[in-house]
């Protein structure tokens, strides 16, 4: 139950910082327990859909994968988010030809010297020396994939992903999403490109409600989550007390305190809710403001025109001159997601947080001016406007030796049942599922008077 105490305090048990889908899973499992408090007009955090004169599209790339059966049935018993199966299709360009995503298991599709280069190169790392561990992002590319191969694709992605030296990044972290599968795959994948291989994500989801819904795009999933939780919108956190277990938000102009008597999941950014909380030592604190993180560009350009097919779902760009990291095409998602005259094309852009943004004037005509090289915009279309959105963070970054600083500060939050969540809160690289299934068992745990935090610390 949450009431208003007469010392103008809102209490509450289970106070949620941020309705994300992390945050949104916990309160769901917590029931009249949970109150959650979001900054924005809308639940959704990162998971957010847009739209404009009929064009409907996603703030960045977003589509569900399960990690573990028990949260896919979790997630498909909630009415309302319309999901449907939608296996995707990913393709990466290189300078050796265009394979079929993963890269490492379509190598036939390149041009035969490189690929032969690539598995000999493999090969080699393979039947290599047991070393010592990797010292950082650019070795463990190495020691995994091999020269010839991470020279073709996983240093120039990787640097354009980052904006980074590969070589200033930590060894690990990254790898949910990054893995050399056994060599007979790879020569498989080497000698019929077209061999049947199912990646991490294969059986994908997305929502596609029918036609004339309100609402379509990602966003229906966070929607459907929030449906009978207490999510208190438009709450802006300025000060978390752990002594008196206060946390304090500014509202429609007033300053408002709540009360939580058993803990506080906090899905904020972990740099945020270091500055914010009361019960952690400066030395920590400002260890934590030197955090790195990259935000995400999206720039959609709506098309007047013949909806593109072949393109896949979408294509990683390792030409370090083309601006975007991957074009992505939500029609294939929801075919219903634009007009039936005309598609949204997204590219996706990363940059470094703590540089100034580009002019959106500037790279609106890069994103325009790439597409069309790279064969995108073909003849017969017309893009009739642009827009820009900015996620930020979007990326976490991690560097050698922070590993065991946010081993601490998390820690240390818990000690003080301040209990960090989600991709943000606990400085992690997940998936919307991994965080969802964070969500449901810090929940759980709570209900079941469990240990305080009983989920993973890391990303499976």
Known sequence: MNDVMDSGFVECDVLILGAGLGGLAAARALGARALVLERESRPGGLVRSEEHNDYIFDHTLHILYFPDKATEARVMAIDGHHLAACPPEAWVETHAGIARFPIQLHLGSLEATTAAECIRGIE???????????????????????????????????????????????????QWNIARPEMAAIKRGFENPDAEYRAYNADGWYPQPPAGAPLRGIELLAHALARGVDVRLGHDVTAID?????????????????????????????????????????????????????????????????????????????????????????HLFDPLSAPED???????????????????????????????????????????????????????????????????????????????????????????????????????????????????????
């Open 124 to 174: 080699a790392e393979e039947q290599a020396p047991v070393q010592a561990a990797p010292a950082n992002f650019e070795d463990m590319l190495l020691r995994t994939f091999g020269k010839p191969f991470c020279e073709l694709f996983f240093h120039p992605y990787n640097r354009k992903m980052w904006k980074r030296p590969l070589d200033t990044l930590a060894p690990s972290g990254f």
């Open 242 to 330: 752990t002594s008196r277990r206060t946390v304090t938000v500014k509202h429609a102009g007033r300053t408002q305190t709540y009360l939580y008597r058993t803990a506080c999941i906090s899905t904020l950014p972990l740099p945020q809710v270091a500055a914010l909380c009361t019960g952690l030592p400066a030395a920590m604190k400002e260890a934590c403001r030197k955090l790195a993180w990259n935000r995400v560009v999206t720039v959609a350009l709506f098309v007047k025109g013949p909806r593109p097919v072949g393109t896949g779902h979408w294509r990683y760009y390792t030409d370090e001159t083309i601006v975007f990291n991957r074009l992505i095409w939500p």
């Open 342 to 460: 005309g598609w949204v094309l997204l590219a996706e852009i990363t940059e470094r947080a703590e540089d100034a943004p580009t002019p959106e004037a500037a790279i609106v005509a890069r994103v325009l001016d790439d597409a069309t090289r790279v064969g995108a915009l073909p003849a017969g279309n017309t893009v009739v406007e642009t827009r820009l959105l900015t996620l930020n963070p979007g990326y976490v970054v991690f560097r050698p030796g922070e590993e065991s600083l946010i081993r601490d500060v998390l820690a240390c939050l818990r000690e003080q049942d301040i209990l960090p969540l989600g991709r943000y809160g606990r400085w992690e690289y997940s998936s919307m599922a991994q965080v969802m299934r964070d969500g449901f068992a810090q929940g759980d745990a709570l209900v079941n008077a469990g240990a305080p935090d009983a989920t993973r610390e890391t990303a499976g």
